[in-house]
């Protein structure tokens, strides 16, 4: 049972014993009341894009070079350095090192789990998997917990959810409807459309509404008949049909309608169209976006996959390039835009790689230490958080788990990360338990 | 004199009984967390040492502590000063922290004292936890676990203070370090329990209400629903009733052969008097052409029977034998052996498609032991499997047993072919997991199904056993269901050993096996939630119905709109479930999320349907183009000049299985009312189109 007592200086009981959990967490109970505020401040719109490097991106081939070690753990590139002065980063990455007044890195990120789904669960959810509970992704619990109309489902991934080999369907306990729109195909392509939003020959409006409306009595028919709780309209069939009657949603998804100088700052590849897409997403008021970016799982032949593409290519195209050139483009679009301080950018994979390079010309998993850069929204840019040791094999101070990540991704979206949800079975089940917030990466 | 007498007594006191390094020391780095995978069992180890995960292998262990970094970790002269005891007692700077209290460090000290020898005094022979299968009747309560172990020297011990406990579910249950459980939700949780390399699992069940439940006036068919009342009784969850006539029939259709049934059929089935027509009927489906159809899916989708790159010949070889050995009822046994001992062209040998269902001999472990053995081996290839008995040794050993097949159009067993163990560098021996390494001369793929398929080894049975049990009750016994071990204990363990054990008894047969869960009361119980039943997920206290798979869905479709689907390369009329390739390109299949058979097709689909699929069903030709196709049966009905009431019945009865209600006749005669013909086909089609994305349709 919760009584407010009033303390001697205004503060509620339940608030201190609250900040006791907080502590925990890493804030004391000023930080508390500021975020407190800063969420009850609907005027600020806190969205997310997340662009996630599924597979496992090498740390020494990203944010955390170590040059002065052998060849074997060194790797192939050189280390640039970038507007801020002590910081560098990969050779291949000109842009994001120019840009680094924006963006921080965190390179003490550690893990026990190294296999993809595992690993990717963890990271996604801020909770190891078990099998006791199938716990949510941010995407799904941002949808949750966001009330507001609109016509876009509020989790979209560009172009699909398949992420840790695909067995993580993100809503975890929660409902089908926060479950993320999987956009499809590849927005690099010209012909890219989102499929099926134009009416079938034949179907117009008018017919879309008599169906709906059929379908949802079908629906109450049954209801009645089960005797269960749950909505009488499918909430994805609601979805699907608030996008189909939108023209406003159709023209979301079309990139013609981007110049043509817009679409080739981003790159020409599918990271690049998919973070322009976000771009459009959340100017929607899309409140998460995932750009799902796979191919970083580079056991064998890292050179060519990270840096030229295919071989021979005379202008890099791989992964880490592409990377550059999206990432950059997304945060001075949306700078320009006077996007950047609603939208917090968060780049990461499911683990590291080895430090020493295999047989085969490449890195196996390595969750020990890896690197995440996070950009725009609250976070205070210009900064490299944290190290790993010098051969980039542990973190050598402040060691930053999962968890915490979750609980400072939550609190720069301005929700508590203690908030409780419910299962269906009513276990209680915390947004992120264990997590101390970053306080670092607060501006 | 008196000083010698002084000293020998000093001597002898400290060494009281010899102390053990596998049986004594072990346990305690083990309880203390050392060799945990966190720390210094991981792989690559910590801070430079090194130890087996859980101490699985002790003489690495040994020689870890006492012969590597020359030696310094163990200080025979000053046997407090080593640096094993000096580290975790936070004598000198650990990472891991303090580990070890007072006691703990004078074991080790005491065995270094002694001399650090590795005597292997005893082997660890059994393990036993008391009480094992509880029925906490109050709630909040304690439970007390005592762990008793047995050793080879005829010694047992009380082990409860050196056991470590695992609560499957922290929150439901927490334990301390002496085994105190203290139960904090109702429902049936478990708590593993480990000491060395043996693990026991520990069941307790808490009642879900306080209530009692009365179940003596529940159908009992068989005798799995004594098991199924039994477990509802103790859990004192109340069934809900008997599905009825319609429901039943449906089901039954649909999860014995994939299809829906004909309206005549549900008239027929519903009017019927015979008390026996409910078993009638299950012969009948049991017998049918489309029971081999369907059940061929479903052992393809396990057996991922797919295409290679370049040709399509090997997978439908395979897709052929492995409907002629439903069609001729062969023992699933003698299938799995055939399996494993297959090679030959794989064009016309299809069993021989066994071994190009993957790309490696490592790859082939893994989907040997998890289609053949139900278990996930896959833990194992960098340490001991930390849950379960399985070694390294033994992931290794069973890729060595396939590194010898040369994996091509022909599959052969070469006369060379290896794996490398990571952990010793050399070739790893051949070895049958969790039992002996393999001689040179045996032949390794024979002596592995002979192990596998042994009457007194349920692995086989058991992981099949339990798939049944899914497909037709929407959940395994044990989840996932290539998942089994020790340690994630079975819903109902009891019915699941009998029903294996009757498996085995019939012959493997497994039209025996989904006859009898058929004709339970538990299959044909309705999905309807009572108040007091709601959450139930698993206990089959009512029906779970889950989403039809994409093909069958398509088949439905199909049927009911009387429009067929083109499937590239096929002739007309073939059905999705059919399809002896997934590859068969198909828009309508992937966005219904047809499973790639990439894997066995156990989780529940991730990517499928989604919004994606709701876009397809509302604009997209799926639907569609079959209602409105002009040889399509509504089109027909419309042209002959049924009545609207007449043609919402037929679809009811074609769609859901059921007549409309009265209350869905009113609803309908007053939405399908029209001006004009135009108007009238529109919301004809309209109605079809809502009746084909209901939930009660897609749904089973």
Known sequence: MRTLVKNCDGIRRRDFVRVGGLTALGLGLTDLLRLQAAAKNQSKRRQCILIWLDGGPSHLETFDPKPDTPAEVRGPFQPISTAVNGVQICELMPNTARLMNRIAIIRSVTSPLGEHNFGAHYLLTGYKPTPVVQYPSFGSVVAHMNKSDGVFPKNIAVPSFRVGGGRLSGQGFLT??????????????????????????????????????????????????????????????????????????????????????????????????????????????????????????????????????????????????SLDLALTALVEDLNDRGLLDETLIVVMGEFGRTPKLNTAGGRDHWPRVFSVAMAGGEVSGGQAIGTSDVVAESPKDHPITPADLAATIYTMLGIDPLHVLHTPDGRPVHLSRDGKVIRELFA | MNLFLILAFASLSHTPTAIDFDTDVLPVITKAGCNAAACHGAAAGRGGFKLSLFGGDPAHDYDEIVNRLEGRRVNLSKPTQSLIVLKPTGELDHEGG???????????????????????????????????DVIVSRFPDKVELKVEATFNDGTRRNVTREAIFYPTDPAAVQADENGKLSVRRRGRHAVVVRFLTKVRTVQLTVPLHDELVDLSKQPRNNWIDDEILATLEVLRLPPSPQADDATGLRRARLRLTGRLPLPGEVIQYMAASDPKKYQKLVNQLLRSKEFTDYWTYEFAKLLRIRSQPKEQQGALAFHQWVRQQIENKTPLNKVAVDLLTAEGDTHTNGPANFYRATKGPRDQAEYVSEVLMGVRLRCANCHNHPLDRWTQDDYHGLSAIFARIEQGRIIRVASRGEVTHPRTGQAALPRIPGQRFLNQDEDARQSLADWLLEDDNPQFAKAMVNRLWR??????????????????????????????????????????????????????????????????????????????????????????????????????????????????????????????????????????????????????????????????????????????????????????????????????????????????????????????????????
Not at chain 1, 237 to 244: K, N, P
Not at chain 2, 112 to 124: D, K, S
Not at chain 2, 501 to 518: G, K, W
Not at chain 2, 528 to 550: K, T, W
Request: hydrophobic share 35%.
């Open chain 1, 176 to 321: 089908d409807s926060t479950r993320a729109f999987s956009v499809g195909g590849d927005p690099a392509k010209p012909d890219f459309r989102v499929r099926d939003l134009d009416f079938f020959p034949g179907v117009t409006d008018s017919r879309i509404d008599r169906r709906r409306e059929f379908l949802a009595a079908l629906d109450e028919f049954s209801r009645v008949v089960d005797n269960s709780r749950i909505a009488s309209s499918d909430p994805q069939f609601e979805q699907a049909f608030r996008l189909v009657t939108s023209r406003e949603a159709k023209s979301a998804f079309d990139l013609s309608q981007e110049p043509r100088d817009v679409q080739k700052r981003y790159g020409g590849r599918t990271i690049g169209q998919s973070c322009l897409l976000a771009r459009r997403l959340i100017e929607r008021g899309v409140p998460f976006v995932t750009v799902n970016n796979p191919g970083w799982d580079t056991h064998e032949n890292a050179y060519t996959r990270l840096k030229e593409g295919y071989t021979g290519a005379k202008v890099p195209v791989g992964l880490i390039p």
């Open chain 2, 98 to 132: 303090i580990r070890l209290d007072e006691s703990d460090a004078e074991t080790i000290s005491d065995w270094i004292r002694a001399g650090a020898m590795r005597q292997q005094l005893r082997r660890l022979v059994s393990l036993d936890v008391t009480p094992n």
């Open chain 2, 471 to 700: 497909a037709m009750m929407g959940r395994g016994l044990i989840e996932p269901t290539d998942d089994l071990r020790a340690t994630n204990p079975a819903t109902h363990p009891k019915l699941l050993d009998r029903i294996t054990q009757d498996f085995v008894e019939h012959n493997y047969d497994i039209r025996h096996t989904l006859r009898l869960i058929a004709l339970s009361a538990a299959f044909k119980r309705s999905h309807v939630a009572s108040e007091r039943n709601r959450a139930d997920d698993r206990f089959c206290s009512r029906a779970i119905r889950r989403p039809l798979e994409a093909e069958v869905l398509l088949d439905a479709v199909v049927d009911v709109t009387g429009v067929s689907e083109r499937y590239d390369g096929q002739p007309v009329g073939t059905r999705a479930v059919t399809l002896f390739n997934p590859k068969i390109s198909s828009q309508s299949l992937d966005v219904l999320g047809r499973c790639s058979r990439e894997d066995s097709c156990e989780s529940s689909g991730t990517s499928a349907g989604g919004i994606t699929q709701k876009l397809h069903l509302i604009n997209g030709a799926l639907i569609n183009a079959k209602i409105t196709a002009k040889s399509g049966r509504l089109r027909n009905a419309i042209d002959s000049g049924k009545s609207n009431s007449q043609i919402v019945n037929e679809f009811y009865l074609r769609v859901l299985g059921r007549p409309a209600t009265h209350k869905e006749q009113t609803y309908w005669k007053q939405q399908l009312a029209a001006d004009g013909a135009g108007e009238r086909r529109e919301r004809l089609e309209d109605f079809l189109w809502s009746l084909l994305s209901s939930r009660e349709f897609s749904m089973n």
